[in-house]
């Protein structure tokens, strides 16, 4: 097992465009998260997957952000119209569960992230 | 809501001990602590599900006070490699968890 990839490692665009990074979790991971990170800060959840079910958003993300796992194996995120202030790292998550809400009582494996520079 | 770590940084020379702290204003359902090194992703060190519990991983345990909403973790006889920012995940359910600012950590020869 190769671990948690991501893709693209960097993104560089310009503001008003739209952006989609991908993730591929560990295969038999069955957890997926999104984070955002800036400069200083500790990870910030956006979003989790048990499967292919999104089953919490935070509150901090807009409308522009969406993401999906359709398969319920590798997610996207989508930001739209991507303002300045979304410039961060993206990182990706997984784990494995095997109750439905004992997420957290499992170790998360990070991926190395996709760093969006918004111009 | 989003766990405080104290101290923000701390430089240590090799061979010398810290104390990182971790505290939340909501009981816990479980603390996470991971490493980071620049440019890299985040690496887990260990997980504390039950209040009171102790836990250890080469010359770098934790524990996990739930009465006290807390959880320290202690890193004895530093190494250079143990450099890095440190954070704290904290978990108030079964589901998503919120990290600390981290504590960034620098050992000196």
């Known amino acids: 097992d190769t671990g948690v990839s991501q893709d693209p490692r960097h993104k560089i665009t310009k503001r008003g465009q739209n952006v989609t990074f991908r993730c591929d979790p560990i295969?038999?991971?069955?957890?997926l998260y999104w984070y955002r990170q800036t400069l200083g800060q500790g990870p910030e959840f956006l979003t989790y997957?048990?499967?292919?079910?999104?089953?919490?958003k935070s509150r901090l993300l807009s409308d522009r952000f969406s993401a999906e796992r359709p398969k319920g194996s590798f997610s996207t995120l989508e930001i739209q119209r991507t303002e300045q202030g979304d410039s961060a790292m993206y990182l990706c998550?997984?784990?494995?569960?095997?109750?439905?809400?004992?997420?957290?009582?499992?170790?998360?494996?990070f991926g190395p992230g996709t760093r969006l520079t918004v111009l | 809501q989003q766990p405080v770590q104290s101290p923000q940084a701390v430089i240590l020379r090799e061979g010398e001990d810290a104390v990182i702290n971790c505290s939340s204003s909501?009981?816990?359902?479980?603390v996470h602590w991971y490493r980071q090194k620049h440019g890299e992703a985040p690496v887990f060190l260990m997980i504390?599900?039950?209040?009171?519990e102790q836990k250890g991983h080469d010359k770098i345990s934790a524990s996990f006070n739930e009465k006290k909403q807390q959880s320290s973790l202690y890193l004895t006889a530093s190494q250079l490699s143990y450099s890095g920012t440190y954070f704290c995940?904290?978990?108030?359910?079964?589901?998503?968890?919120?990290f600390g600012a981290g504590t960034r950590l620098t050992v000196k020869p």
């Open positions: 998550a997984s784990s494995f569960s095997l109750l439905v809400g004992t997420g957290t009582s499992n170790e998360q494996f």
């Open positions: 295969s038999e991971h069955n957890r």
């Open positions: 997957f048990q499967n292919e079910a999104q089953l919490e």
């Open positions: 909501k009981a816990l359902y479980s």
């Open positions: 504390l599900l039950k209040g009171g």
């Open positions: 995940g904290t978990a108030y359910n079964n589901n998503d968890m919120r």
